[in-house]
């Protein structure tokens, strides 16, 4: 028996689960699909927030802010691409002027530091591709962007370092309170945990209905983006978005911590939280809006389309409290955007909770805060010379675009949690994430994951479990 | 290291320049392949149709390749093997990769061949869902005739390049079915003798002017969407069908491998997507010189060759100090149906006897002239019959014709007066 299981191995789940495992607890994390980081932590505009977007006094202003200050630290810890280069929100009449104004009054009370209004030159001066029709802008200097899939495999890969245990394909359809202890089910098969966290994004509030009765409801809302090749990477150099409206912060552009160029999202509401289907027209319009923002902008050099799923809560704000009725289960819930940039705050507020509802907590002594995960491609030559020499692996580069090597293919597939699929190994390394998109090292890379893992080659998939690429052998 | 030539890639294009920059007396060549043998893409075209002008035989690509292959190898050509080329510099300073580690090497001259690759689903946004099963088909290819492995039992086809037709056909000589190839152009981009012998034969329907608008299923393809386009590839509306399968190949078209180019501060034409050439296959830097698909895409391995062996000869030229570079640059440009002409500038002093032009049309041109003009003077006409999009136009021309010529160098395709 555990004493925690965490169900949702995302952005929100691994960083409780490291949270915790600071603490004396036997935990799990249980996640449906078979690997972590495939829900909407895997796809969304991967910025960290200032956190002037959220209203004065919710708990979403509060763990955005405080979440958005831990990131350089995190970061370090976990070898995690991060950079603070600054967001704008571009107004282009006196009306929008006014909001900008309003925004960054809010920003002053939420506590978002180092923020100030820039002027049209100045404005022009710092992103000059920007619309010359632009008036100012509200400039955040502590917004960054981040890798959020690496963020949370290390996240993960930190707390299975320091004890805590994960269970895949692990897709639970029932929750039973037998004497005080939970028990989860999926196809079967059964854990047991004393506490239970709901951090499963779009389905938190059915994981919620499982256990206690119903009290709040999540509606998926999608968003469509496209990512545009390296060579568009430095048109802009901040996070650029435009003033916002009801449906949200709008169509923003912004470079990636991997220097791509990233635009959108769209938005439309949704019946089906897993339809991640792109359609033409909300492109269009996310391609429009960012034309606005940038009129040099094509999308000419998108090597990818994609979408993720915003979880939005009936009640606006992040719940993360003690379910009524059901003591010892805690949700972590309606966790829409900015869910990454609260993730390691959200965790110290969960700790908070449940030392409030009575639950000892004793630290462990010798928590390791680090993960070390460097790709040859980012290290000097002189360090990458010795690396060829320790594991002639690193010296055949797989992903050209990327100029990925065997050697951290091989590693990524060996960690714990470590890669089992295609898009697994891509997420971990970014073999496949180039401009060819895989087409190139696709079959290289399943050659290493059947040789690594011992499976025959038409065992390995491309992401979900039923995406197999192959369908046996030629004749 | 040190050596007088050093050609990155060992695909056609590398192995012909690096064989005539020996011939023409360089005595330190290498060629540098990141795989685990020479011969390029070649070696996964296992069908034949390669060599017909050269060999006035049909040889399979990987027959073609071994005849360069053992050329260079009497030749005493170094070739590296298994080695990555990560950079290069405008003095011509090279650094690879293998798995005994990091070289650096200087050459006298660089020739790049290093290829092309395929346009993928991204570049060409279908919407839909992401799933399994969608493959470039020179990737299928790959799997198909080097692995061994069928990539799906139903599949459609979008592309109606070289490459896409001629894995219709070899799916369903595996046992596959092809519903279709399906064709944004009212024509084949592909070789007439590929849509014949590949599509034709096997009753493989083509669909011109259609396009897929959407690709459906979670994990694997279970659908796609296809729909009639018109004159402004815009879906007609209503035209749309739904077509049960589980695997979309992509064929829709080759983008020259130039990172390195970049890397080196090389001028790249937007049009073919390769750097920009002289008549001597030079790049705009000096020493750099360039062939094969790298610089534009071409349909058949025998032109490859050709413009391979100018390269390297070039380069020879260029190391011994023999390229005369006093006259002044013609540019030349293109009008009237055709999209592109390399090499993209001459000088009269440093070329040879004859000069190849390499031309595309943008659609079929029954009857036509390519005409030569320098300014208002006309140079040149050459008629030309059955010219399409999918094959390249090579046409020589004489030195002497541009003896006179100064200005810049108008290449145009004129209809008029022919039916
Ligand atoms: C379009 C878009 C843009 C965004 N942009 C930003 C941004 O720029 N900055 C920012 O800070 N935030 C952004 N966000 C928000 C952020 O991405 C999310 O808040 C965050 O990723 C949520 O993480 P999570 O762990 O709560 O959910 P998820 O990542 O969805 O994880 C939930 C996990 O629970 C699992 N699960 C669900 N049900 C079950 C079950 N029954 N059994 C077992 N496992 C289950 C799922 O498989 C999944 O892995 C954006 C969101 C979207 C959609
Ligand atoms: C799938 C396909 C089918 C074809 N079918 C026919 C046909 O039927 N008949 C016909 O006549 N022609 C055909 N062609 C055309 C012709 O064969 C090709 O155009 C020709 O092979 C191109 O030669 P290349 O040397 O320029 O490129 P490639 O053959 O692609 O060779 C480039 C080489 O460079 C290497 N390389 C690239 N970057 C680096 C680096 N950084 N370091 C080291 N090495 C590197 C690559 O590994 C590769 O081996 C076909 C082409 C394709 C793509």
Same mark, same amino acid.
């Given at each position: 028996m555990y004493d925690i299981a965490i169900i949702g191995a995302g952005v929100t789940g691994a960083a409780i689960a490291r949270e915790l495992s600071k603490y004396d607890f036997r935990i799990i994390v249980l996640d449906r699909e078979n690997d972590i980081s495939c829900g909407t932590s895997k796809a969304n505009s991967a910025i960290i927030h200032a956190g002037y977007d959220a209203e004065e006094n919710t708990l979403m202003a509060k763990l955005n802010v405080e979440g958005n200050a831990m990131?350089?630290?995190?970061?370090?810890?976990?070898?995690?691409?991060?950079?603070?280069?600054?967001?704008?929100?571009?107004?282009?009449?006196?009306?929008?002027?006014?909001?900008?104004?309003?925004?960054?009054?809010?920003?002053?009370?939420?506590?978002?530091?180092?923020?100030?209004?820039?002027?049209?030159?100045?404005?022009?001066?710092?992103?000059?591709?920007?619309?010359?029709?632009?008036?100012?802008?509200? &400039?955040? #200097?502590? *917004?960054? /962007?981040?890798?959020?899939? !690496?963020?949370?495999?290390?996240?993960m890969e930190s707390a299975v370092k320091n004890g805590v245990h994960y269970r895949l394909n692990f897709d639970i359809e029932s929750i039973k309170n037998k004497g005080g202890v939970y028990i989860l089910e999926s196809g079967g098969d059964e854990i047991e945990a004393k506490y239970v966290i709901n951090a499963a994004g779009v389905f938190a509030d059915k994981v919620h209905n499982m256990a206690a009765k119903p009290s709040f409801k999540i509606k998926p809302r999608r968003g469509q983006y496209f990512l545009l090749d390296k060579i568009d990477g430095n048109i802009v150099n901040s996070v650029v978005f435009p003033c916002p409206t009801k449906m949200g912060k709008g169509t923003l552009?912004?470079?990636?911590?991997?220097?791509?160029?990233?635009?959108?999202?769209?938005?439309?509401?949704?019946?089906?939280?897993?339809?991640?289907?792109?359609?033409?027209? &909300?492109? #269009?319009? *996310?391609? /429009?809006?960012?034309?606005? !923002?940038?009129?040099?902008?094509?999308?000419?050099?998108?090597?990818?389309?994609?979408?993720?799923?915003?979880?939005?809560?009936?009640?606006?704000?992040?719940?993360?409290?003690?379910?009524?009725?059901?003591?010892?289960?805690?949700?972590?819930?309606?966790?829409?955007?900015?869910?990454?940039?609260?993730?390691?705050?959200?965790a110290l507020y969960m700790v908070e909770i449940m030392k409030k509802s009575g639950i000892a907590f004793t630290a462990k002594k010798n928590f390791n805060p680090l993960v070390k995960r460097?790709?040859?491609?980012?290290?000097?030559?002189?360090?990458?010379?010795?690396?060829?020499?320790?594991?002639?692996?690193?010296?055949?580069?797989?992903?050209?675009?990327?100029?990925?090597?065997?050697?951290?293919?091989?590693?990524?597939?060996?960690?714990?949690?470590?890669a089992t699929t295609v898009d697994g190994v891509k997420r971990r390394c970014r073999a496949g994430m180039g401009r060819c998109q895989g087409g190139f090292c696709g079959p290289r890379v399943q050659e290493i994951i059947s040789r690594e893992l011992n499976k025959p080659l038409e065992e390995v998939v491309l992401e979900k479990k039923h995406s197999y690429i192959l369908t046996g052998k030629t004749k | 290291m040190d050596y007088d030539a050093v050609v990155i890639g060992g695909g056609p294009a590398g192995l012909g320049a690096?064989?005539?920059?020996?011939?023409?007396?360089?005595?330190?060549?290498?060629?540098?392949?990141?795989?685990?043998?020479?011969?390029?893409?070649?070696?996964?075209?296992?069908?034949?149709?390669?060599?017909?002008?050269?060999?006035?035989?049909e040889l399979t690509g990987p027959e073609y390749a071994q005849r360069y292959i053992d050329m260079a190898k009497e030749d005493n050509i170094d070739i590296m093997l298994d080695t990555i080329v990560t950079s290069i510099s405008k003095d011509r300073k090279i650094k690879a990769m293998n798995s005994s580690g990091i070289v650096s090497i200087s050459a006298g001259a660089i020739v790049l061949a290093m290829g092309c690759r395929e346009r993928t689903r991204g570049a060409i946004a279908i919407p839909g869902d992401r799933p399994a099963g969608i493959f470039t088909a020179g990737t299928a290819q790959r799997y198909i005739n080097i692995e061994g492995y069928m990539v799906g039992k139903k599949v459609i086809i979008l592309g109606s390049g070289d490459i896409g037709m001629i894995m219709a056909r070899r799916i369903v000589l595996e046992g596959g079915e092809v519903i279709a190839v399906i064709a944004r152009s009212s024509f084949a981009k592909g070789l007439t003798r590929n849509v014949v012998q590949c599509l034709d034969h096997y009753n493989i329907p083509l669909l011109l002017n259609h396009n897929i608008i959407e690709i459906k299923g979670k994990?694997?393809?279970?659908?796609?969407?296809?729909?009639?386009?018109?004159?402004?590839?815009?879906?007609?509306?209503g035209t749309e069908k739904e077509y049960e399968?589980?695997?979309?190949?992509?064929?829709?078209?080759?983008?020259?491998?130039?990172?390195?180019?970049?890397?080196?501060?090389?001028?790249?034409?937007?049009?073919?997507?390769?750097?920009?050439?002289?008549?001597?296959?030079e790049t705009s830097v000096p020493g750099i010189f360039a062939c094969g698909n790298v610089v534009h895409v071409h349909d058949l391995v025998d032109f490859v060759t050709e413009e391979s062996m100018r390269a390297g000869a070039n380069a020879a030229r260029f190391v011994k100090g023999e390229i005369k570079t006093e006259s002044e640059y013609m540019y030349t440009s293109v009008s009237g149906g055709l999209t592109y002409c390399v090499p993209h500038r001459l000088r009269y002093s440093a070329m040879l006897e004859k000069l190849d032009l390499f031309l595309r049309v943008d659609k079929v041109y029954p009857d036509s002239w390519i005409v030569i003009r320098d300014s208002e003077k006309e140079l040149a006409r050459?008629?030309?019959?059955?010219?399409?999009?999918?094959?390249?136009?090579?046409?020589?021309v004489k030195k002497s014709v541009f003896e006179n010529a100064a200005g810049n160098i108008e290449i145009k395709l004129e209809t008029e007066g022919l039916v």
């Amino acid at each position: 028996m555990y004493d925690i299981a965490i169900i949702g191995a995302g952005v929100t789940g691994a960083a409780i689960a490291r949270e915790l495992s600071k603490y004396d607890f036997r935990i799990i994390v249980l996640d449906r699909e078979n690997d972590i980081s495939c829900g909407t932590s895997k796809a969304n505009s991967a910025i960290i927030h200032a956190g002037y977007d959220a209203e004065e006094n919710t708990l979403m202003a509060k763990l955005n802010v405080e979440g958005n200050a831990m990131f350089d630290r995190l970061c370090e810890e976990l070898d995690v691409p991060f950079r603070r280069n600054g967001s704008l929100v571009v107004a282009f009449d006196d009306e929008q002027l006014v909001h900008i104004k309003k925004l960054m009054q809010r920003g002053i009370n939420n506590g978002v530091p180092a923020l100030s209004i820039l002027s049209q030159e100045e404005l022009l001066k710092r992103e000059p591709a920007l619309n010359p029709e632009a008036k100012g802008a509200l &400039l955040a #200097e502590s *917004a960054g /962007i981040i890798d959020p899939m !690496l963020l949370t495999i290390s996240m993960m890969e930190s707390a299975v370092k320091n004890g805590v245990h994960y269970r895949l394909n692990f897709d639970i359809e029932s929750i039973k309170n037998k004497g005080g202890v939970y028990i989860l089910e999926s196809g079967g098969d059964e854990i047991e945990a004393k506490y239970v966290i709901n951090a499963a994004g779009v389905f938190a509030d059915k994981v919620h209905n499982m256990a206690a009765k119903p009290s709040f409801k999540i509606k998926p809302r999608r968003g469509q983006y496209f990512l545009l090749d390296k060579i568009d990477g430095n048109i802009v150099n901040s996070v650029v978005f435009p003033c916002p409206t009801k449906m949200g912060k709008g169509t923003l552009v912004t470079p990636t911590v991997h220097t791509n160029l990233l635009i959108g999202p769209s938005s439309d509401d949704l019946d089906d939280p897993e339809d991640l289907s792109t359609t033409d027209e &909300l492109l #269009e319009k *996310a391609r /429009i809006g960012a034309k606005l !923002l940038v009129p040099k902008l094509t999308t000419r050099n998108s090597i990818r389309t994609f979408a993720g799923m915003r979880a939005e809560p009936d009640a606006g704000d992040f719940i993360i409290r003690e379910a009524e009725g059901a003591p010892g289960f805690f949700d972590a819930a309606g966790i829409k955007s900015p869910g990454l940039t609260a993730a390691p705050a959200v965790a110290l507020y969960m700790v908070e909770i449940m030392k409030k509802s009575g639950i000892a907590f004793t630290a462990k002594k010798n928590f390791n805060p680090l993960v070390k995960r460097k790709l040859f491609i980012d290290m000097s030559e002189s360090a990458q010379s010795a690396l060829i020499r320790g594991n002639p692996l690193y010296g055949r580069i797989i992903c050209r675009c990327e100029n990925i090597t065997e050697g951290d293919i091989v590693d990524s597939i060996r960690r714990s949690p470590g890669a089992t699929t295609v898009d697994g190994v891509k997420r971990r390394c970014r073999a496949g994430m180039g401009r060819c998109q895989g087409g190139f090292c696709g079959p290289r890379v399943q050659e290493i994951i059947s040789r690594e893992l011992n499976k025959p080659l038409e065992e390995v998939v491309l992401e979900k479990k039923h995406s197999y690429i192959l369908t046996g052998k030629t004749k | 290291m040190d050596y007088d030539a050093v050609v990155i890639g060992g695909g056609p294009a590398g192995l012909g320049a690096a064989i005539e920059a020996k011939k023409n007396g360089l005595s330190r060549v290498l060629i540098i392949e990141r795989d685990v043998e020479p011969g390029g893409i070649l070696q996964q075209c296992i069908h034949n149709g390669f060599g017909l002008h050269i060999f006035k035989e049909e040889l399979t690509g990987p027959e073609y390749a071994q005849r360069y292959i053992d050329m260079a190898k009497e030749d005493n050509i170094d070739i590296m093997l298994d080695t990555i080329v990560t950079s290069i510099s405008k003095d011509r300073k090279i650094k690879a990769m293998n798995s005994s580690g990091i070289v650096s090497i200087s050459a006298g001259a660089i020739v790049l061949a290093m290829g092309c690759r395929e346009r993928t689903r991204g570049a060409i946004a279908i919407p839909g869902d992401r799933p399994a099963g969608i493959f470039t088909a020179g990737t299928a290819q790959r799997y198909i005739n080097i692995e061994g492995y069928m990539v799906g039992k139903k599949v459609i086809i979008l592309g109606s390049g070289d490459i896409g037709m001629i894995m219709a056909r070899r799916i369903v000589l595996e046992g596959g079915e092809v519903i279709a190839v399906i064709a944004r152009s009212s024509f084949a981009k592909g070789l007439t003798r590929n849509v014949v012998q590949c599509l034709d034969h096997y009753n493989i329907p083509l669909l011109l002017n259609h396009n897929i608008i959407e690709i459906k299923g979670k994990e694997r393809v279970e659908s796609v969407v296809i729909a009639e386009t018109d004159a402004k590839k815009e879906v007609i509306k209503g035209t749309e069908k739904e077509y049960e399968c589980d695997t979309v190949l992509l064929s829709v078209g080759l983008i020259p491998e130039n990172e390195l180019s970049r890397l080196a501060g090389i001028e790249i034409d937007r049009k073919t997507g390769g750097p920009v050439v002289n008549e001597s296959m030079e790049t705009s830097v000096p020493g750099i010189f360039a062939c094969g698909n790298v610089v534009h895409v071409h349909d058949l391995v025998d032109f490859v060759t050709e413009e391979s062996m100018r390269a390297g000869a070039n380069a020879a030229r260029f190391v011994k100090g023999e390229i005369k570079t006093e006259s002044e640059y013609m540019y030349t440009s293109v009008s009237g149906g055709l999209t592109y002409c390399v090499p993209h500038r001459l000088r009269y002093s440093a070329m040879l006897e004859k000069l190849d032009l390499f031309l595309r049309v943008d659609k079929v041109y029954p009857d036509s002239w390519i005409v030569i003009r320098d300014s208002e003077k006309e140079l040149a006409r050459f008629r030309h019959k059955n010219l399409t999009p999918g094959e390249m136009i090579k046409q020589t021309v004489k030195k002497s014709v541009f003896e006179n010529a100064a200005g810049n160098i108008e290449i145009k395709l004129e209809t008029e007066g022919l039916v």
